[in-house]
């Protein structure tokens, strides 16, 4: 078993350092003098020849890749152009705000997800199948921001229930708040994950439904719900919790569209905002960082999985 | 007929008996006439404004109304049905001719050139696709070109999989190590035993592509980093739209159910096809038994 582990990270490192290289690289690529992009076409010369020597790039490429990497290493992402921060920082201040709407959208996927897959397996091309079915391929195909649209006018333009921009409340400072900003952004991005959470437990359920092991539990004799709750349910939800984490892996950067069309103060907005204004070492780090943890979750997702199902070969 | 028009033909057919799918065809079908007799067919200009008529709801001149600069929006999300599945047959056409021999390669060879190739396909999977095409948009800019090779560029890994997992199931088949033991090179055995015989998922991935393309373009527009203005796009309207709801919430609903009616299309034929083409293997696998070798 750590052996599998330690083998999965070293499969890792190749790539990591190959994505990091291609970020770190990202600058150079930029058509003309990134310096003057990034400081506006008014700036003065010595404004340019100060940015450019404060990030380092009036030295050879070799020591700017060197300084680069092992100021990384330590957590050092360099400064926000913008606002002179430093980028972990500004970084760090989103993560709270992208994490509670990540798991309030798991939440919603799963409350609306695992009923749809459960009922539609059961008589699988019956009618409520076909209609269920139908209702994972709306959830998947309504682009997520358009959702959103059509919530705010109903819930805050129309019934003005609800604030139709959504600011980050900590559910433990003021559970009521928090549960009024998040409702909405989360309704948003949970409904399209409940499509790919339907599909995925329907398909695992529907396998395992056809085993023998299944034909034994009824041939005994064994009520149908706990045929299914019993037996098919444990073994479906397996597979279906790597699902669960790979959407939970997205969601550190894929929140970005839902952020913003409600203005939700998560990691996606400061990224959108830092190519807005082309704040290089502020979308190199936010990039840097949504990378590494997507990369991580995705290892923990597989150990996991290795170590709950016995059956997955190590070698 | 040759075998292949009579093949094609065959999954025509077989498409069309599929409700969902012949729906969205029909839909795919009247939007691209549309967008291209535009020109005759529509009695506005998607850029003229017209500040006379600012941001009216549907009416009998402006059937979806006009927008902040009385520009009318029905001509607007015709002409921007152009830039969506410019950018999807695109961003498409880039996946697929990178992606594609790049599975090819590695699930022929096998080795260090899979091991290679495969990591690189990694690297391009270590951040999700809208993530990858800001950051590509963030180094080239904004433009439709930056749009489309960026969104192409997030569907290589699906065509490369796709490729090396059907090249992989056919690499040991008789047909194949046929060509092979006659002395053909490897390079002769790839493009005329190998490929022919791996066209159905690649077909099928060229059709779900589309509606991915289709969608993180319009994100890409709704983020503000898509397609500049003024050239129309769907994604760029809502996210005007979404500035007016009050004013005018037309403007933010109607573009939007063309997208995502033109997203479903695409779907559902997608996956129609691929249930088509599974159907059409199972069927002459069974009825005859040299269906599967190559012809």
Redesign the interface.
Known sequence: MIGYILRRILQLL???L??ST??WA?IY???GNPVATMVGENATPELVAEVTARLGLDKPVHEQYWSWLTHTLQGDFGFSIQNREPVLDLIVQRIPATIQLGLAATLVGLLLGVPVAVVSALKPGGWLDRVLSGWS??A????T??LG??L??LFA?NLRWLP?ASGYVSIFDSPWQALRNIVLPATTLGVYVSGIFARFLRASLLGELKADYVRTARSKGLPERDVIGRHVMRNALLPFVTIVGLMMA?FI??T??TE??FTYPGLGRL??QA??T?D?PL?QGC?LF??VV??LINLAVDVLYAYIDPRIDYG | MTPLLRRGADVCRRLTRHKGALLGLLFLLVLLLATSLARWILPFDPLTQDFTATLQGPSAVHWFGTDELGRDILARVVFGARTSLITAAGAVTIAAVVGVPIGLVAGFFGGWRDTVLM??V??LL???G??FA??L?????RSQSAALVAVGITGIPSFARITRAQVLSLRKRDFVTAVEALGGSAVYNMFTTVLPNSWSPILVQVVILS?VAI?IE??LA????GIPPPTPSW?EM?RT??SY??DA?TY??LP?VV??LT??SL??IGRALASVLADRHESAAAGDPAAGSPA
Do not use: H
Not at chain 1, 140 to 143: F, Q
Not at chain 2, 137 to 141: E, M, P, Q, S, T
Not at chain 2, 222 to 225: C, D, S
């Open positions: 190749p790539v990591l190959i994505a291609g970020i990202m690529a930029v058509p391929a709306l998947l195909g309504v682009p921001f358009w649209i059509l705010i006018l333009v139709s997205t950067g894929g970005v569209v913003a069309v990224l959108i190519i807005s082309r290089y979308i990039i949504i990378l997507y990369v | 990591r690189l990694d690297v270590s951040l999700p809208i993530l800001m950051a948009i963030a180094v080239l800019g509606s969608l319009a994100s709704f983020l503000g980093v994604g809502l739209g979404k709801l009050y919430p933010a609903i939007g997208l995502t997203i479903l779907d559902t």
